[in-house]
């Protein structure tokens, strides 16, 4: 997908573009009033204040025919420099503007672009004429507060995206429509994975059965590496003090991306945001000698933390979720061998899973930034050199991020690049000297002096949440046998004559172990199997009366209409290979 905001020359183009809806805008909505419209990795938007009128999909249509038109006009788009007393007086009419040309310095030359009855602030670059704007499409709308802030008024954000040609905007709404079929929000409520509920609360997910289910069998199969790694699991809770988090340095570099504090009998509390402090007292409530590190202390673990609502996205983007969490304390000698075996453990999940498109990146801090991290140049050196060697010494390549690192240390994060969309970050390894000191954890040396251990923060899948999204859009919803909700539908042909049959093949696979549904309702065959296919059960028995009679099963994988008639054994055999192999069929 191609990244709007990068490529100079769909810059510029996009850039011009969000000025001639705004023009078309102002054309249809007189009373409309503009805060800002930039260039971002998807195309462009423009916020909008048209006070109690409110946008539908019938209206991008209109304000596409008012853009069509502006474009033929073939204004020219002029640049113009005045001052800030001047941009005051032009634009005295419109709060939004006055509010941005206020915050300018005095004495700053500002600069405005007008094409036609049409007049906005704006730095630039632009085409020159109207006519240049000609390939574009309004994709979606949505609310935005002003600002970003939700104690400001709601305005309304409309997104668009243009190309230099026809050809190349078409490719790319194909690419769009794609990415809507792939929408785990879509493909969830198809599956029955999860819903949402403003009642319950905005990035409050719930799990249904299906989705449950799904998750738990991550879960396990997760735990299950894990454990052959040593490492310990355990169950903290998803609150803690104020004072925890002063400790571990989070309230000051963390606490506006939390939720507000809870004063109970008191004492201050939050909803966690991350599970290192706890950990940190779980190692801490024991004495420990070298020989018992590392240790490896895992958890699924729930936590909260505060999202605009505008980022909110289905189970990708939420205010709660559970990391696939790991802290792994140890020696400084131990830290090349230990960080190995997390990216081994990463690299084999994903060989496992089918996840093939992915790259590392070293996220390192920005030495200028005197606030955000923990001040010790010395262990920052230290620490990002050790990180450094280790891959060179792995022989993996990656790319440096600076300025990219957690407040207390870089770290190893694997970008994945998914069927659509931009990539983000899956995985990921991060390397603490900073926090061991703040709780004052130790562990007797061989020499029986005291040494504080260095701790490895590592996380797999990320959030099984993300992760489960990721999956989802991955797949398009054909989830590998083994994590299916519904490996088996059994679907007889005739009730009447194909049901005992039927049930006799639904009992030998439910014996059998298989999450297996028989489909006895009175319906026609074809609305049986147009359901089937929406769900995406991988695999679909049709019985009917040659099967009854020739003691066979007849089956169709999900997505293909090839039907394959085997024996029940033979069946079975195909299953269990299918789960062993964790075998993906994606479409």
Not at 218 to 243: C, D, M, Q, S
Not at 315 to 328: G, M, P
Not at 484 to 500: D, F, G, L, R, T
Not at 518 to 537: F, H, Q, T
Request: net charge negative; hydrophobic share 35%.
């Amino acid at each position: 997908m191609v990244n709007f905001k990068e490529d100079e020359k769909l810059n510029v183009l996009n850039h011009s573009c969000a000025h001639l809806l705004a023009q078309a805008v102002k054309h249809l909505y007189p009373q409309a009033k503009f805060w800002v419209g930039p260039v971002v990795e998807e195309g462009f938007y423009y916020d909008i204040d048209l006070g109690d009128e409110k946008i539908t999909d019938e209206d991008l249509a209109k304000i596409e025919k008012e853009m069509k038109k502006c474009s033929k006009s073939a204004k020219n788009i002029v640049r113009r420099e005045i001052s800030k007393e001047e941009a005051l007086d032009m634009f005295k009419d419109d709060e939004y503007k006055i509010d941005l040309i206020e915050r300018m310095e005095d004495g700053t030359t500002i600069s405005c672009y007008t094409q036609g009855d049409f007049t906005d602030l704006c730095r630039g670059p632009h085409m020159s004429n109207t006519k240049e704007v000609k390939y574009f499409k309004l994709t979606k709308f949505s609310g935005a507060y002003y600002k970003g802030d939700a104690n400001n008024k709601m305005l309304q954000r409309i997104y668009g995206v243009c190309f230099p040609t026809e050809e190349e905007l078409n490719e790319h709404l194909k690419e769009l429509e794609e990415m809507k079929m792939r929408d785990h929000r879509k493909i969830g409520k198809d599956l029955e994975i999860f819903m949402v509920s403003d009642l319950v609360g905005k990035g409050l997910p719930m799990y249904l059965p299906n989705g449950y289910l799904v998750w738990e069998l991550l879960e396990n199969y997760i735990k299950g590496k894990e454990r052959a790694l040593g490492y310990l699991h355990v169950l903290t809770p998803p609150i803690g003090n104020v004072e925890l988090y002063k400790t571990s340095g989070h309230w000051d570099h963390y606490k506006d991306n939390m939720f507000p504090k809870m004063e109970v009998e008191g004492e201050e509390f939050v909803l966690r945001p991350m599970n290192c402090p706890h950990h940190m007292m779980i190692y801490s409530n024991s004495v420990h000698s070298y020989r018992d590190l590392p240790i490896r202390i895992g958890e699924i673990a729930r936590d909260a933390r505060f999202e605009t609502s505008g980022s909110l996205k289905g189970i990708e983007r939420v205010r709660t979720f559970c990391q696939n969490d790991a802290h792994l304390f140890v020696t400084p000698e131990q830290i090349e061998s230990e960080f190995s075996s997390v990216v081994n453990l990463i690299l084999d999940v994903y060989k496992e899973l089918g996840i093939k498109d992915f790259r590392f990146e070293l996220s390192l801090r920005d030495p200028e930034d005197k606030v955000k991290y923990y001040p010790d140049d010395d262990m920052w050196n230290n620490a990002e050199t050790t990180l450094r060697n280790v891959l060179n010494d792995l022989g993996y390549d990656y790319v440096e991020k600076i300025g990219e690192a957690a407040f207390y240390g870089p770290k190893l994060d694997v970008q994945v690049k998914p069927a659509v969309g931009p990539e983000y970050t899956l995985s990921t390894c991060q390397l603490d000297f900073c926090l061991p000191m703040r709780f004052d954890l130790g562990y007797i040396d061989s020499d029986g002096s005291k040494k504080t251990p260095v701790v490895l923060h590592r996380a797999i899948f990320g959030s099984i949440d993300r992760f489960i999204a990721y999956y989802l859009e991955e797949t398009k919803g054909y989830l590998p046998v083994w994590l299916a909700p519904v490996q088996v539908q059994v679907v007889p042909v005739n009730i009447q004559y194909h049901e005992a049959y039927s049930n006799e093949v639904y009992n030998k696979l439910k014996e059998a172990g298989f999450r297996v549904e028989l489909d006895a309702r009175n319906e026609k065959l074809g609305y049986k199997l147009r359901e089937s296919v929406i769900r995406k059960i991988p695999y679909m028995l049709i019985l009917g009366q040659k099967e009854v009679d020739d003691n066979t099963v007849s089956y169709r994988r999900a997505g293909s209409e090839e039907t394959t008639t085997v024996s029940l054994d033979e069946f079975i055999k195909l299953i269990n290979d299918d789960i062993v192999s964790k075998k993906r069929y994606d479409k």
